[in-house]
């Protein structure tokens, strides 16, 4: 028989245990904090979002913040990468923010002081992509163990403009491109689940 625990103070939904898994108890979901993020290059609006789970095995509560891309491939953090990650974004929504092009600088054909490699294959429609150095946060979790998220800032130039974005890449999966307000709204998701996470009376 598995032990019953308390449901944590942020579950709006959980699961019942498995009867054929001896020790399973409940999984528990907290309410998504949803960042919707307009890409340019795709049609919709695509939704980013973290959301907190538990799951319950043995008398043992395992807690973790998810962060899940629009194409809904996720990583499961611990509330010190969670924040560690929510540092990441806000220093480049901030390296975002303070970009200045004069007009009457050949801005083309000049990288921009944080880039620190190219990539032309890119986009076809580029002349050139310049990428900053990555912020790397290994992301560890009671299921999905040895992955990591990176967060840079990209530049996109072409004949009539330059375009800026914090490329957050979850996992393996392509990057989703932010406004720096996309940006730091997705900081303020994460670090609000780990203080979710963090408060004591959270816990059993």
Known sequence: MSTV????????????PDPFAPGDGDHHCGR???VLVEEPARPGLPVLFVQLNAHDCDGLRYSWIDLVAPSRVHAEMTAAQARQLAEALIACGD??????LADSIPWA?????????????RDPKAEQWHSGQPWTVPVIGPQLCGSRVRVRLCA??????????VCL????????????PEARRTAAALLNAADDLDNPLHRT
Do not use: N, Y
């Open 109 to 121: 054909h000049l990288c921009p002081l944080w880039c620190s490699q190219h990539d032309e294959a």
């Open 32 to 34: 998504p904090r949803p």
């Open 5 to 16: 625990m308390p449901c944590p103070a942020w579950c709006e939904e959980h699961d019942e």
């Open 95 to 100: 390296l975002w923010d303070s970009r200045i």
């Open 156 to 165: 996109k130039d072409t004949r009539f403009d330059r375009r800026l974005f």
């Open 169 to 180: 890449t979850v996992r393996d999966d392509e990057a989703v491109e932010l406004t720096g």
